[in-house]
Nanobody, 121 residues
Framework: QVQLAESGGGLVLAGGSLTLSCAAS????????MGWYRQAPGQQRELVAS???????NYVDSVKGRFTISTDNAKNMVFLQMNSLKPEDTAVYYC???????????????WGQGTQVTVSS
C-alpha cells in the first residue's frame, strides 16, 4: 500500500502564500498521477491541480495564475505553491496519487490525510 503524508497548511492573510507538500511512500510502486483536491465546508471536493505522467498539468480555473503544481519524481513528492491566496481558497487540501504496484496492472487512488488552509481577510 502507498501512504501519503502531507504538510504545509496553516493560517495566512489574504494575498499571502503557502506551499503544500506531499510525499508518497511504499515499496515497489509507480505513480501515474499526483495532485491536489480541496474541500471547503459545505462544498464538493474539487480537483485543484494535477500532474499526470510527470509533465501534464491541469488546474481548476479559479487558481490558474496563482497556484503551481510541481513534483520531485525521484522523491515521489508533489507540491502546491499557492500565491495570492484568497479567502475562498480556504479548505482542507488533500493530495492524491494514482499508483500501481510494480507487479500489478491495476492502479489505485490513494489519499493524504488532508491539511487545513485558512485564508483570512
Amino acid at each position: 500500500q502507498v501512504q501519503l503524508a502531507e504538510s504545509g497548511g496553516g493560517l495566512v492573510l489574504a494575498g499571502g502564500s503557502l506551499t503544500l507538500s506531499c510525499a508518497a511512500s511504499g515499496r515497489d510502486f509507480s505513480i501515474g498521477a499526483m495532485g491536489w483536491y480541496r474541500q471547503a465546508p459545505g462544498q464538493q471536493r474539487e480537483l485543484v491541480a494535477s500532474m499526470t505522467h510527470g509533465s501534464i498539468t491541469n488546474y481548476v480555473d479559479s487558481v490558474k495564475g496563482r497556484f503551481t503544481i510541481s513534483t520531485d519524481n525521484a522523491k515521489n513528492m508533489v507540491f502546491l505553491q499557492m500565491n495570492s491566496l484568497k479567502p475562498e481558497d480556504t479548505a482542507v487540501y488533500y493530495c492524491y496519487t494514482e499508483a500501481r504496484r510494480s507487479s500489478s496492472y491495476f492502479s489505485t487512488t490513494y489519499w493524504g490525510q488532508g491539511t487545513q488552509v485558512t485564508v483570512s481577510s
